[in-house]
């Protein structure tokens, strides 16, 4: 009987002596087989049951696909989780990221002796933060040292105008704050890459971020005024709180009024930005001149502001010159041009008040209890929040923000399985193959803009899971990236000055360095996906590579609709109203024929319209922004597409899949219902008012919603008549 037989032969030769233990072995190595497979089944029924179960769980099976899908996707998460009270919004993101956090937290409090330089410091940094009975005892006294080193706070300072006012100098102020505290107040300076020139670093002039979150809290109504006012409040009790805590007077009326014109120059300082909305052609943004040009065109009338000494202020700290001809760009032109207006107004002391305010404010979490108070009714009307987060939690954050390599290696090692990155990469190839070919569909493009987008699209360089040097213990690079930092766990605040200075340093250095296209620009312990339009990069860290988003056990339909949708997401960001004005290799640079980039923005238009028309009750029935959210509307649209068509490629040469137990689902529903829950959760009323005029992003619901409606496999897909909510007469489309 051919083979079977000659096995048979093999073994009947054996000696005499062993052939009845031989047998014995055999009939033993059946039965650990047998097991192991039995072992291997019920496993993955058990990763199907739970898959099924998760996503059973999610749903509202009442409510009608065809009329709200986030409702029937979405209805049972959201009926049975309520936002904890030290959050503001609490979505999939969110559980994945508290999960992330504990793993964090176990490998922080582990004690091993072996431990390499950079994770030794790591947990340095954790225990200082932790320690909070010693930041008890030191009070306000770190925040007080650090002061003197910027000048002093005139509202809780003795005789500020006569001893410190003579000397008082404005670039001097800011260019201690910029490379001291990597703090860039009144004027934003930073260097990054040139968007014209991808391989080199060049200085950027730009205008500043505020206290508050956007300039709408200056000057709208309802739920803005009440944090305007609590924000006002705010600054006037820390104040005083520091004026006691250098035997000052209290002096109510006078820290009041002082405080009263603070806020008065940073509504005028809102009032000169340019809103969000009116950023986003970046092409637009960027002008070019030299040190020499910025001086003459913007003197700001401060004893004539020296751009140069501030700037070469800011440089030195790193011990770089610069001299007239240092070409910078300049980002915030129109608010340059009123800045000058306003800074004249105010007197020195005004100025420093705002200033060290803009200090302050940032290090009230890393101060005793009594501060944190103080900011309570703040945050409360920011965020809705009434308890502030469990203090590993935040002491995790701060250490994995400010080391993330460190701890990226710390978690990696602990959770993330090597295969996944192969795994995800595959995934890459297939959807990056999608986009290509979804570009013969469109009839809004012309063949020579298409040819340009195919070869950018292959262009596109990707990173998965975390940068392979972080976890090979004989290479020091890890190590070197922590070289200059020297932590105490005695220490908090001074740790936290160490960072600040230390990330300011090397952000500055590069000014006169080449850039590194290998560079990764997130750690791995994230749970996010990021697209870089300078590097044509996209990156996925291992944190966003679980479950629901990817798992090896769970169903390619899945997978498809979570890593998949993102990985089409990143992709498509490369072709977003933003990504599209860069090429291939990350240069600011036309490759649209006019044709193209006229039917781009006529495209792109209908999406502005269709997400401008959602209101969201939450946010107090403002309707969500069209134009500030329009790059990730193009995106979602684009990457549930190519995902989708991506897994109906697969599907074709790797036949069904098995159905997940108890779920009456097609596969092809299952895709679009895993795209729809990774977006679940929920928001306070606070929170919402604030996202709908900073987030990039729609609110979860509608990146749902939009993505679908725009999407008519969706609708065949789950039988959805035209004329239903998910299934309109007008779609749009980009990509």
């Known amino acids: ?48 049951s739970s898959r099924a179960a998760r996503i059973i769980q999610n749903m509202d099976p009442t409510a009608d696909p065809c009329k709200d899908f986030y409702q029937y996707a979405c209805g049972g998460w959201l009926n049975r989780h309520v936002i904890p009270e030290t959050s503001s919004r609490y979505s999939i993101f969110d559980i994945l990221r508290d999960e992330l956090e504990i793993i964090l937290k176990g490998v922080l409090e582990t004690s091993d002796q072996g431990d390499r330089e950079a994770f030794q410091k790591a947990k340095i940094l954790y225990k200082s933060c932790m320690n909070e009975s010693l930041i008890e005892r030191r009070g306000s006294l770190p925040l007080l040292e650090a002061l003197t080193m910027v000048g002093d706070w005139p509202v809780a300072s003795a005789d500020w105008n006569k001893t410190k006012e003579p000397n008082w100098s404005m670039e001097e102020k800011l260019s201690i704050m910029n490379s001291k505290f990597n703090k860039r107040v009144l004027i934003d300076m930073f260097v990054w890459n040139d968007d014209r020139d991808s391989s080199r670093h060049i200085i950027y002039i730009d205008q500043p971020s505020l206290g508050m979150p956007s300039r709408d809290y200056y000057f709208n109504g309802g739920n803005y005024q009440r944090v305007r006012e609590a924000y006002l409040q705010f600054m006037i ?48 943004l960027y002008n070019k001149m030299t040190l020499k040009e910025l001086q003459e065109k913007f003197a700001l009338n401060v004893s004539e502001f020296n751009w140069t000494f501030f700037i070469q202020g800011v440089m030195s700290s790193v011990s770089i010159q610069v001299d007239p001809e240092e070409e910078l760009v300049v980002y915030g032109m129109p608010y340059l041009q009123e ?24 290090r ?19 965020y809705g929040t009434t308890l502030e987060e469990a203090r590993w939690r935040e002491c995790v954050s701060y250490v994995n923000n400010n080391m993330e390599n460190a701890l990226g290696a710390m978690y990696v090692r602990e959770t993330f399985a090597g295969e996944s990155k192969r795994m995800v990469r595959d995934l890459i190839d297939k959807i990056r193959e999608a986009f290509i070919e979804t570009l013969d569909e469109l009839q809004w493009m012309d063949e020579a803009s298409k040819e340009k987008a195919r070869e950018k699209a292959m262009a596109i360089k990707e990173q998965i899971g975390y940068p392979d040097y972080i976890l090979e213990d004989q290479n020091e690079k890890l190590d070197q990236e922590y070289t200059n930092l020297n932590f105490s766990e005695h220490n908090y605040f001074e740790n936290i000055l160490e960072n600040l200075r230390a990330g300011a340093q090397k952000s500055l250095k590069k000014l006169r360095e080449k850039v590194d296209q290998d560079i990764w620009i997130i750690g791995a312990a ?33 997978n498809f609709g979570g890593i998949g ?28 024929s006019n044709f193209s980039a006229m039917h781009f923005k006529e495209q792109s238009r209908c999406m502005v319209y269709q997400y401008g028309n959602y209101t969201w009750d939450l946010a107090g029935g403002q309707n969500v922004s069209g134009i500030s959210t329009l790059g990730e509307n193009i995106a979602d649209n684009g990457g549930v597409r190519q995902a989708y068509k991506a897994y109906l490629k697969w599907l074709e040469r790797e036949g069904k899949e098995p159905k997940l137990p108890g779920l009456n689902l097609s596969h092809k529903q299952l895709f679009f219902l895993n795209f729809a829950q990774v977006w679940c959760g929920s928001y306070r009323p606070e929170y919402a008012s604030q996202s709908i005029k900073t987030d990039v992003h729609s609110p979860l619901k509608y990146r749902v919603m939009g993505s679908l409606q725009n999407f008519e496999a969706f609708s065949e897909v789950f039988h959805c008549k035209k004329g239903t909510a998910m299934h309109p007469a007008e779609k749009c489309r980009v990509w």
């Open 237 to 284: 009790t820390v104040a005083k709180m520091i004026r006691e805590d250098k035997n000052m007077s209290r002096d109510d009326s006078f820290v009041q009024e002082e405080m009263a014109k603070v806020m008065e120059l940073e509504t005028e300082i809102a009032n000169a930005t340019t809103p969000a909305e009116e950023r986003h052609d970046v092409t637009l």
């Open 364 to 382: 009230v979490s890393s101060l005793s209890r009594r501060f944190k108070d103080a900011r309570a009714s703040y945050r409360k009307a920011l």
């Open 526 to 558: 994230v749970v996010n996906a990021f697209y870089s339009p300078n590097r044509n990069q996209i990156v996925f860290p291992a944190g966003i590579l679980q479950p629901p988003f990817f798992s090896k056990h769970q169903p390619q339909a899945l």
């Open 565 to 592: 949708m993102v990985i089409g997401h990143e992709i498509t960001h490369g072709f977003d109203d933003n990504g599209r004005n860069f090429d291939r290799d990350g240069n600011m640079f036309d490759w649209w």
């Open 1 to 48: 009987m051919g083979k079977s037989e000659s096995q048979m032969d093999i073994v009947e030769k054996s000696a005499k002596s062993g052939k009845k233990s031989w047998n014995f072995v055999a009939i033993g190595l059946a039965v650990l087989l047998l097991l192991m497979t039995c072992a291997v089944v019920a496993l993955v029924i058990l990763y199907a």
């Open 339 to 362: 800045l000058k207006a306003i800074i004249s107004k105010y007197s020195a002391s005004t100025i420093q008040n705002y200033l060290i305010w803009r200090l302050v404010i940032d």
